[in-house]
């Protein structure tokens, strides 16, 4: 692991020294490229943090020195509470990750953003568990991790390294009896500000799928409407996040209405979805159950 004193390899650090470099961060192009920046401040090491199963915020406390902030991560998985061998490895292989990815981009040129890192991490994190399970007579799984080691961030904007402050919340609701379905959206214009009612709209469906993905679609020209050019839509459906992925696999009922999600997704600069918990769409799943109840359809104005 790299350490404070140990990271002569940096350019912020030889810039130090007199030897002549460019000290700006290759992947984002601000701040001198030091080992704390690497591992917590850059754009990419926040993202990566944020949307990995540990959903760190790695610039939380900005005058704490980077061997302290990892050695109090290390003895928070390592305690009795709050800690996991899992959640241990999986910090290690994110630490491991960056430093996989920022010399790839420094000496490869290849440029890797959020998603890649976080594959790379899953992937390390593979070779731990089977490295223990091979190497354990036991051979338990050490892999009980809270979360399931999955992340769904798509990405489909002009900008794919950067996540948008606006976020956009969508639920759809379905009664598999009547087909009668609703769909709700809410917004927040930055993460410390509350949720708002959006919209939402009423109708019949075939799937549970279908109406979140029609739901996605009119929250998304509703945002367009309101002037919004940066979003990150939230949803609990990992269905509609990995069809958005990956068009191959949307069934052909949807496969339209999937092709004009995209569509529309790329005239947006930043245009992020992001499988979340049920938890965190509370409020869109209300106005989804609101409208298909009652039969309404109606849109605010920001
Ligand atoms: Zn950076």
Redesign the pocket.
């Known amino acids: 692991m790299v350490s404070d004193e140990d990271a002569s390899f940096f350019k912020g650090n030889l810039e130090r020294r007199g030897i002549d470099t460019n000290p700006s961060?290759d992947?984002?192009g601000?701040?001198s490229?030091d080992s704390q920046?690497l591992f917590r401040f850059?754009?990419?090491a926040k993202l990566v943090w944020m949307y990995s199963p540990l959903q760190i915020c790695s610039n939380d406390v900005e005058t704490v020195s980077l061997k302290k902030w990892i050695q109090s991560y290390i003895l928070l998985f390592n305690s009795k509470d709050g800690g996991s061998e899992a959640k241990l490895d999986a910090f290690i292989s994110i630490l491991w990750s960056l430093w996989v990815t920022r010399n790839e981009r420094v000496f490869r040129n290849e440029s890797k953003h959020v998603r890649a890192v976080l594959l790379t991490m899953d992937r390390m994190l593979g070779m731990a568990k089977h490295f223990k399970e091979c190497t354990l007579a036991t051979g338990k799984s050490m892999m009980n991790i809270c979360k399931p080691l999955g992340f769904d961030l798509v990405q489909l904007g002009a900008v794919r390294n950067q996540v948008a402050d606006f976020i956009l919340q969508i639920d759809g609701s379905w009664e598999k009896k009547t087909r009668k379905s609703g769909g709700g959206w809410a917004f927040k214009e930055h993460s410390n500000a509350r949720y708002r009612e959006g919209g939402g709209c009423y109708g019949s469906a075939l799937s549970a799928t279908q109406v979140e993905t029609e739901v996605c679609l009119k929250a998304m020209e509703w945002a367009e409407k309101q002037g919004k050019r940066e979003i990150l839509v939230i949803t609990d459906s990992s269905v509609l996040v990995s069809t958005l992925d990956n068009i191959e696999i949307a069934d052909i009922s949807m496969f339209w209405m999937v092709s004009r999600i995209r569509r529309l997704a790329t005239t947006f600069n930043i245009c992020s979805f992001l499988k979340v918990d049920r938890g965190q769409v509370q409020e869109a799943h209300e106005i989804a159950n609101k409208c298909r109840k009652n039969g309404v359809t109606f849109n605010s104005v920001i």
């Open positions: 961060c992947y984002c601000s701040e490229e920046h850059c754009n990419l």
